[in-house]
T-cell receptor
């Protein structure tokens, strides 16, 4: 069984569109995260939710809005996509602030 | 969170031990040392973590110096599938701050 899953795996879209990436974890964890890995391979945290509440919000444009319908899901919605948003986005989860487990990633390409 | 420094790359022969060093001279008393790796096109994979004592699991061993200013990740019998970027991270709260990591290449 996949512990942390993301959909879609690949996403190609035009500039200006709105898109969502879904993340689900079946580990029973209470904290979920979104990370962005750019073309230079740097991996940076964007958001963290604990029990559906936002606890980390790094300097991310307002066009990015995480939504947590329940503890097992943290979706990432992106409005008005820009070329610079092209990257691989990783979801992760942990119990409390302990070890984080990552999903397989979603490769977003904005044309 | 304290910063870590790692060599850019290293290689080792298949079947031999791979020893990956990490310096974290500004580590605080409550900060853990975590190791993750990222195999090409995959998500980061947790390997091991420790605070003061040496740790061992089914994947690797972590040796932390007594002053905690450096550590070594040991893969006892490297295989070709261990070729990846390995990240040494010092973590005190819920944030993982990834650096550039060290690229380990395991050669046949």
């Amino acid at each position: 069984d996949t512990a942390v899953s993301q959909t879609p795996k690949y996403l190609v879209t035009q500039m200006g569109n709105d898109k969502s990436i879904k993340c689900e974890q079946n580990l029973g964890h209470d904290t979920m995260y979104w990370y962005k890995q750019d073309s230079k391979k740097f991996l940076k945290i964007m958001f963290s939710y604990n029990n559906k509440e936002l606890i980390i919000n790094e300097t991310v444009p307002n066009r990015f809005s995480p939504k947590s319908p329940d503890k097992a899901h943290l979706n990432l919605h992106i409005n008005s996509l820009e070329l610079g948003d092209s990257a691989v986005y990783f979801c992760a989860s942990s119990q409390d602030k302990n070890t984080q487990y990552f999903g397989p990633g979603t490769r977003l390409t904005v044309l | 969170d304290a910063k870590t420094t790692q060599p850019t790359s290293m290689d080792c022969a298949e079947g031999r031990a791979a020893n990956l060093p990490c310096n974290h001279s500004t580590i605080s008393g409550n900060e853990y040392v975590y190791w993750y790796r990222q195999i090409h096109s995959q998500g980061p994979q947790y390997i091991i973590h420790g605070l003061k004592n040496n740790e061992t699991n089914e994947m690797a061993s972590l040796i932390i110096t007594e002053d905690r200013k450096s550590s070594t990740l040991i893969l006892p019998h490297a295989t070709l599938r261990d070729t990846a970027v390995y990240y040494c991270i010092v973590k005190a709260n819920s944030k993982l701050t990834f650096g550039k990591g060290i690229t380990l290449s395991v050669r046949p």
